[in-house]
Every structure is written in C-alpha cells, then in structure tokens.
C-alpha cells in the first residue's frame, strides 16, 4: 500500500525529494543556503479505517487527486493545490470520465452530480437525483445512475439530460471507448455490443450462472457470476471463460507478513504507539513489539511471540522505558508491560482482574482502578476490598495498593460512604484519589489529607463516574483521549484526562471545559471552547470557524497551527498519542507546531438542475356533492372498542381474561422483501386510513397446549375472526363484513399437511399484508388478499366469501405481494424470498399449486414491486416497473417478463386513458394487473387537493401501444371530522384517499370508528410525459 506523504512549513505542502542544482554549476555559497526538507507532518489516511471515505485517484506525472469531505486537492512536488470551489454536501464518489463523454472527471455527493475539465478545475453541475445515489456507472451512450431506492436514472453527458436505459431492463452496464459494451438485467440475462451500443446481443447461452456485476479491469470488460468465476468480453464480442476474478496488481507497497492487524502501522502508531524519536514509534499490537517509521509505514523491527496476542494495548513513555497497559478483547487479565525499549525482552510487569480503568499522568504516572489482585471476585460475592482502592505503580516497577480507609469525614459517615470518581497517580509513587460524593475533594491515602474542592468542580468530578470496563473505539470529534466521551466510549485504554502539572492539577471534563486546580483546591478555567482530542497534556482542537489548534497543556492555553491540505472542516478528530493525531482523512504526524497559513474559503459550487421527471396523469378535480359520513363516538373503552367504520368490537375488561384480536391494516403496498411499504400516519392525521382491521377472540394455547379460543366459547372450531375490509377502486368505500372461519383455517392446514400445533404456533389470523386483487370483471371494484407470511396462511375475500389455503414455507419465509382471479373460483399469486427465484402459484378448489419460477435478483430489483397480470386469453406474466416513483416512459420503460421470452416493452404511462373512454373499449387485448407503485404516477392540480408523496395502487390494461386505466386510489390530504369523544365533540383528523373505478371518483377516509366519503368530479388535465 503506498502513502502519500504531506508536510507543513510556512504553508502546506507535500514532501519528495525535490531537484536541486548539483555540479559544478552549485556554489559553496548557494549551498550553504539550500534548506534541509522539511519533515512531514500530514500523511494521507490508510482506506478503511475510522474514515473510508477519502478518495484517491492516481493523475498524471505522479501526482494524487484526493477528495477530503467537500475538498478536493492535488498533492505532488510542492505545494498541494486545494480546487477553490466545493459543493454544499460531501463528496462520496469520483473517477475519471471516458473520452467519449469529453473527459475530465465525475464527482457526485449524496444527490447531485458534477463534472469538471481538470481534478481541481471549476464543478460544473450535471444533475440532482430525487433519491440518494448509491453507485454510477458508464455505459456506451450516457451514465447509469443507481439510487439506494433502486431506481436508475440515465443521465447524458455532458448536459445531464434523461435518456433512455438500454437495453431493455438492464441493470448494470459498463462500456470502453473502442465500442465494446456489456451487461445484464434482473433476469440475468446477459447483453454484449462491439459497435457503442448501436445493437445489443444476447449473451446469455455463453453465461454459467448468475451475473453479479460487470466491471472494467486493465481497459476490459468483466462480468462476475455468483460461483466467483468471471467472463472477459473479446473484441470479436464472444466471452471468454475464466475460474476466477482477476486479482488487482500487487500493491506499490505490500504487506509486511509481520504484521497481524487489519489496520496499517501507522493507524495503530497514531492510535496507541508511543514516538521513540522523530519518525519512529513503538508499537504493540496482537502480541508482539514493532517499531514503525510512521512516515513511511515500514516496519523497521519486530520482536515477535513474547506477549498475549488477544489484547488491546496503548502506550506511554515513563522514565527511561515506555509502560503499555492492556486490556482482554474477551476473557482474561488486564495487564502492563514494560522493558520495551532495551534489548531484552519485555516483560509483563503486573496483571490486574479485568474491568476498571487505568490512570495515566503526565510525569509518567500509572494507576489501575482496582486492587493489585489478578483473581476476579466470586460473581454474586463482594469484592476482596469493598473501600475504593488502586493499585499504583512505584519507580521501581513494583505495584503497591492504596485506599481511603483512613479517610474521616464528618457527621458519622466513613470511608465506604464516598465516591471516589478517580485516580490521580505520580511517577514517584504517590497517588490521591477525586471523590465526587458526597462532597466533591483530593484525598491522599498516606498522608490523610482531604482537600475540598468548591462547587464550581464538582459536576467535573461527578462526570468521572460511572464508566465500568474499559474499551477501545474510535470516537469521531470527541472532546476526550483516553477516557470516556459524554456518549460513554473511550478514545484510550489509559486515562489521562486528569493530570497533575507541577503541584497543580489540570483535569479536563466531561461536559468540556478544562480546570487547573490549585493545591489548595482553587480552580481556574480554560477560556477556550474548542472540538477537541486530547492524548493526556496534548491536544488537537478546531474552532467553530473551522480552525485549527494544538494545546500541550490540556487546554488551558492553545496555539493556531497548520491544517492539513484540506482545510480543517474536512477532518474528524478521532484519537492521539505522543506520536500524533488520527483525523480521519489525514494522519497528523508529530506536535511541531507549525504556522498556519490563511486558507480561503470554498466557493460553493453551483446548483444542479433536478433530473427531468416524468409527468404522469394530471387531473382537476373538485368536490361533486356533500360529506357522508359515520362516526362512533369515543368512550372510556376507546380506542379498543372501535371497529373498522363505524362499528364497534368487544372490547378487554376486568371481568375475564380473554385475550382480543384488533389489528388494524392500513393501506399501504406489499413488498417481497422490505414488507408493507407507506400506509397511513406520514400525513398529520390523528385516525389512519385503513383497508382492513382484524378482530375477536385470540387463537392461544392452554396448559395442555391445546388450541383453543380465548373467549367464552374455548372450541377453536367456532372461533370466527372478524375481517371487515374496504375494497379496492371502490369510490363508495363501503365496509365489508367478512371473517375467516376458524374451522376452514384448521383444514387448509390439513391439506397442506401442516399439523395443527404447529400452525397455531402463532394465531395465524391477527396479522398480515393485504394484497389487491385484480378480478375477472373490469368493470368491478377489486377483490382482497390476505397472506400471513410466519404461517403461510392465505385469505382470498370476493365480498363478503372467503376462501383460505395454506402454503407451506418453502424457504425463507416468502412474502405474496401481488395476485389475480382466475376462472372456475381460482386465483393466481406470486412470491418472492430474499436470495431466491419469485415463484407464481395457483390457488383453487383442488389446492394450491406451483406454476413458474421468475428469475430476479433483490438487490438490483427496482423499488416496485412485481405485478401479476393476466391476458385476454387467460395467461400469466409478470409486468415490472423498474422506474420507480416517476411513472413508466420511454426513458425507463415499463414490460413484461414471461418465462422463455425476451421482455416485451409496454406503452409508456402517457398513453394512459380511463378504461371506460372509447378508444380503450375499441381495443382489445392487453394485460390486466393491479400496480403497486411508492410514488403517485396521478397528480391532482387543484391546489387544496395535492396528491401526497405516497404509494398509489392503480388497476390496468395494458398494451404495447396504451394503458387503459380501470381504477386507482392515491393519498389525499387528510380530512377534518367532529367526534363526541368522552361526552364533548373534539376534532379528529382521518386520512383520505382519492378513489376511482373507471371515470367515477370519491375521496374516501375509513379508519376505526369513522366512514368519510365525499363524490369527486375529475377532468384530465395532461397525461405527461
């Protein structure tokens, strides 16, 4: 792994060996005057550790582009160039941009994209995405950009305008300048082209196993299948097969064997180590001694095998040694090591019963919070000494105990009465203890001298307290070093926070001052206010102004230094030592104080503008008659008395322990894998929308584990659970009083071969996800579905009918997320399953059975979820809509997946008209399904009647040249409502739906204890795009 190396002098700038004049021509004189280099101070972050998000990108002539936060900078000879402009958010990606995009580069943040000529020269925006972007990619003609949601985006360069994604439904695609392209959709499918994208070829036959992703190595073109072999793209575009991914080129600098850790040396010198001079640091880690250049990463020596590798240990110079004191990553003893520095071999100097804190002073005091005994006490028995006791280190190396045992404290109270919230050791032996409780003071166990401390410390002194066993971890821009931080997490094993500086205290607390305490007990306080890190006196700290300080006496005072080439604003403060400061993107190496130099301020870079969305259909709706509405009052019971509408349900009472059912299900979309997407409750209203509510008796076990019914009547065979629903595309919004017999649940189970117990393991009908069914019938309002997905129950609801079946899991817990009705009382679903196939099945009078397997990946699938739709001929398919929230156009088509065909490409959503309009009823043919989309694809344009952000259902036909639309609901602003509720009227507010079956349209709001319904006129305004 190779460093970039960076220093400060008078300004910041990189160290290499710069060229100078030699020969003859180089006077005795001029020599005389040609400065020595200076050493360097900043080198540039190891990947992976506490901040991964620092990006390199190798440039011309040697030099490095590196992206720190916001920043971005050019180090090479000389001084490091810093762009003078930046975006207002981070910038989380980078490369370099083909040639057939005009070069330069790509840089993206959260949401927007820009690009620029040269590394450092001026952003230019490109776009802003709607959702996060998680990854770009270049294929032959314009950029894929892949968002978390799992929308794609094709972005054209170097305008930022959209176009169209292909081939169609490609979800990765990567391209080279000389016209080779290659490819895949959620199929697994594979695509190749050699002429720029101009045509596409199905690869597939040439594949093994499943795509996983398409890369570029060494200028070709890869794709990796699941089984970890890859396939390269010849330049004739057959693919060549290979039983493994090409590995990337060895490192400029390799790993040392030596070294055991996961992080670089220098990582853990900066981090733990202890500088033994100017470029050198002792470190133990994984149990042996190293001594690492810290500028170079080398390891300059190892002594190896001496020490227990399953510790953490940090380190601290003494007199004439340097002590690390550890800590077990699991069971074990804490201990400390010292004799490091000579010759011999280090030696483990004492062990301690792990779980308390060492103590750390500047003149080389140590201390262990705890008696010097290795034996852990007996759990549930008291320690061997119940007084606060420390074990502290003498010259010598020996470990003495010291406690407050003769401690006098007035009005009766004794030396077990106190809190002792620290240690405070010396290098000569002594030690006195903080005590915060029940007056705050310095306690020396030899002498017996109390020193009370005044008020003003006393939260300092109690914000020792409290912390238990002690453990390692990065914590970003922390006021603490070798203690605990406010959120409880150390920046140190040894704490060196509190420290005496002469006969004077200097303690740093936890709320972020720091004190200097007199010997007799006066406190003064630090004047600064700075986000700092601290390793015991030293200190790293930035102002609010975004500069940067250093301290050598635990703040009380501070010194303006040398940021490093980004700035301050970019760096995290994570942890120091003697050997310097981790800050994330940069390393700070050694405590010169270096003069800062005046850094000017970013220029922000300009907006982009936001990717161009797809209209969608637009209508202008206004309200065609009065409110209807049904309201239950609120009593003492409420809400558990409130049914679905207006109606009400036993409801739980003192006289018995029957157990209810009441769970209401809103209206939201299933998805395979992430569950109910959106419902009810984002929009302000105090009653949710509901499609359904489940209700009556449980389904438990009783002492015999037996199935019975918690209620009055305990045979489980006539328990019926109460499954009122509102149908979909249904503008009246009529409630529908239906309930799954319990007895046809028992004998779905036993058709499946599921044995009772294990059915009812949980009652199968408390829960589960509605499911919109597309019915034989047009013209009519939907059927419901619901599925259960711990059990495999399924209930199909046609009015107020219910059939149930139960489907055995067939892997991890599949999820039915979308269905249709068949003829001769059947219906067909499908399901999916993290890390397997969908799966379409068919439930009827004779049972459930499997139909088809749909290939599909979760990870690359779009945001919607699948479709199932049926043709005029009874067939089944899948359509799919990968464009997410924008509705299907040209540029992210809509179509139709059916096993052993190529997808077929549906009409864009702009073609759009109500099923009832004449050219829809002249037009035959097509595919009907129930879309369950996370974004509205149906705006409405009257002001007080916007569409909200959240998922819409919506029933079609569609075709390759129209989409005939037979209903849909999208999400209203809720609506006002007055309730008698615990005897005066109150107002609620109920979330509303706009609902249309063909061209009638109502706004509908039904949730426990409320039916609102209001008719709806609506007139198309545009149908996009």
Not at 849 to 877: C, R, T
Request: proline content about 9%; aromatic content about 8%; overall charge negative.
């Amino acid at each position: 792994m190779s460093l970039l190396l960076c220093t400060t002098a008078s300004a910041v700038a990189c160290v290499h060996d710069d060229k100078r004049p030699t020969g003859s021509n180089l006077t005795a004189e001029s020599r005389a005057f040609v400065p020595p280099p200076a050493p360097i101070q900043y080198v540039v972050g190891d990947p992976g550790g506490a901040r991964s998000s620092t990006i390199v990108i190798p440039l011309n002539g040697g030099a490095q582009g590196m992206v720190v936060d916001k920043r971005r900078v050019i180090v090479s000879r000389g001084e490091p160039r810093v762009a003078a402009d930046a975006p207002t958010e981070s910038i989380s990606g980078a490369v370099k941009l083909p040639s057939r995009f005009g070069g330069g580069f790509l840089f993206w943040t959260e949401n927007t994209i820009y690009r620029s000529d040269a590394f450092d020269s001026a952003l230019v925006p490109v776009a802003r995405t709607p959702d996060s972007i998680q990854s770009i990619s270049f294929g032959p003609k314009a950029v894929m950009v892949r968002t978390n949601e799992g929308a794609r985006w094709g972005i054209g360069l170097p305008k930022g305008e959209r176009v169209p994604l292909l081939p169609l439904g490609v979800v990765d695609v990567v391209a080279l300048d000389e016209g080779r392209a290659l490819g895949f959709d959620d199929q697994g499918s594979v695509f190749t082209s050699i002429d720029g994208g101009e045509h596409w070829n199905d690869a597939t036959a040439q594949v093994k196993a499943t795509p996983t992703r398409v890369f570029i190595f060494e200028e070709e073109l890869w794709l990796e299948d699941n089984n970890g072999n890859a396939m390269r793209l010849e330049p004739d575009g057959h693919l060549s097969w290979f039983d493994h991914v090409p590995e990337p080129p060895e490192a400029e600098r390799p790993r040392d064997p030596r070294w055991h850790s996961a992080e670089s040396p220098v990582r853990v010198a900066v981090r733990s180590g202890v500088a033994i001079d100017d470029s050198t640091a002792l470190v133990l880690d994984s149990g042996d001694l190293f001594r690492v250049d810290v500028r170079t990463g080398d390891i300059v020596s190892v002594l190896g095998g001496k020490l227990p590798p399953d510790a953490m240990c940090q380190g601290m110079p003494v007199a004439g040694d340097v002590l690390f004191a550890c800590i077990p990553r699991g069971g074990g003893s804490a201990f400390v090591v010292s004799h490091t520095l000579g010759g011999s071999d280090p030696i483990i100097e004492q062990t301690f019963a792990s779980g308390s804190p060492f103590y750390g002073s500047d003149d080389g005091g140590l201390a262990y919070g705890s008696t010097c005994s290795s034996v852990s006490a007996t759990p549930g028995s008291p320690p061997p000494n119940a007084l606060p006791t420390a074990c502290v280190r003498l010259p010598t190396g020996q470990w003495e105990e010291r406690d407050v045992s003769n401690l006098s404290l007035d009005a009766g109270a004794g030396p077990g009465d106190v809190t002792v919230a620290r240690w405070l050791p010396r290098a000569d032996g002594r030690v006195v203890a903080l005590i915060s409780d029940p007056n705050p003071g310095l306690f020396d166990p030899v002498s017996g001298v109390l020193v009370a401390l005044g008020d003003e410390i006393k939260s300092a002194a109690r914000g020792s307290v409290g912390y238990s066993y002690p453990r390692y971890s990065y914590r970003g821009r922390s006021r603490y070093s070798g203690r605990y931080g406010p959120s409880g997490g150390m920046t140190g094993i040894i704490d060196g926070s509190w420290s005496y500086v002469g006969q004077n205290i200097r303690a740093a607390a936890a709320h972020g001052e720091t004190y200097e305490i007199s010997e007799d007990g006066k406190v003064k306080t630090s004047a600064y206010d700075l986000e700092s890190v601290f390793y015991f006196a030293m200190g790293i700290g930035r102002s609010k102004d975004g500069r940067l300080y250093q301290t050598s006496d635990h703040g009380m005072t501070w010194t303006e230094v040398a940021a490093p080439p980004s700035g301050a604003e970019s760096i995290d403060l994570l942890t120091c030592t003697t050997v310097g400061c981790d800050l994330g993107a940069f390393y700070r190496i050694g405590w010169s104080a270096r003069p800062p130099r005046p850094v000017t301020p970013a220029v922000p870079a300009p907006p982009a503008p936001a990717v161009r969305r797809v209209r969608g259909l637009e209508l202008s709706c206004r309200s065609s008659g009065a409110v209807v509405s049904k309201l239950s009052p609120r009593t003492e019971m409420s809400p558990e008395d409130l049914g679905l509408g207006a109606a009400r349900v036993p409801a739980p009472d003192e006289k018995h322990d029957w157990m209810y059912v009441r769970m209401g299900l809103g209206r939201t979309i299933a998805t395979p894998w992430s569950g109910p997407f959106g419902g009810d409750g984002d929009g302000g209203e105090s009653i949710a929308g509901l499609r359904m509510m489940l209700t009556g008796f449980s389904a438990i076990k009783d002492d015999n584990d037996q199935v019975i019914a918690s209620g009055p009547v305990r045979n489980i065979n006539l328990l019926r659970r109460g499954a009122p629903y509102v149908a979909p595309f249904d503008p009246l919004g009529r409630v529908v009083r239906a309930s799954i017999p319990m007895s046809e649940v028992i004998a779905a189970g036993r058709r499946a071969g599921v044995p009772l117990d294990e059915l009812f393991m949980e009652d199968p009908t408390q829960s589960g996800n509605p499911i919109p069914l597309t019915p034989l019938d047009p013209n009519a309002v939907g059927d419901l579905a619901l599925h259960d997905t711990s059990q495999g129950l399924l209930s199909i609801f046609r009015g107020e009918r219910v059939r149930v079946a139960v489907r055995p899991s067939q892997g991890n817990n599949p999820v039915t997320f979308s269905g249709v009705v068949l003829p001769n009382d059947e219906a067909a679903f499908i399901e999916a399953e993290m890390g397997g196939p969908a799966r379409v099945y068919k439930v009827g009078p004779g049972g459930v059975i499997d139909l088809f397997n749909v290939p599909q990946q979760e990870m690359l699938h779009g945001p919607n979820p699948d479709a199932l739709a049926i043709d005029a001929k009874g067939n089944l398919s899948v359509i799919r809509t990968p464009s997410g929230s924008d509705p299907a156009s040209a540029l992210d088509s809509a179509y139709v997946v059916t096993p052993g065909s190529p997808f077929a490409p549906l009409a864009p959503w702009s073609t759009v008209k109500f099923a009832d309009d004449p050219a829809c009823k002249s037009e035959q043919g097509g595919y009907r399904t129930t879309l369950q989309v996370i974004g509205p694809w149906i705006r409405i344009t009257t002001p007080d009647l916007k569409v909200e952000e959240a998922p819409m259902i919506a029933r079609v036909r569609w075709t390759d040249k129209r989409v005939c639309l037979e209903g849909f609901e999208v999400k209203m602003p809720p609506a006002d409502v007055r309730i008698s509720a615990y005897g005066s009227p109150q107002t609620f507010s109920i979330g509303t739906w706009l609902v249309a079956k063909g061209s009638t349209f109502a706004r509908v709001g039904v949730g426990e204890g409320v039916e609102w319904r209001q008719p709806m006129e609506c007139t198309v305004v545009s149908t996009g795009p």
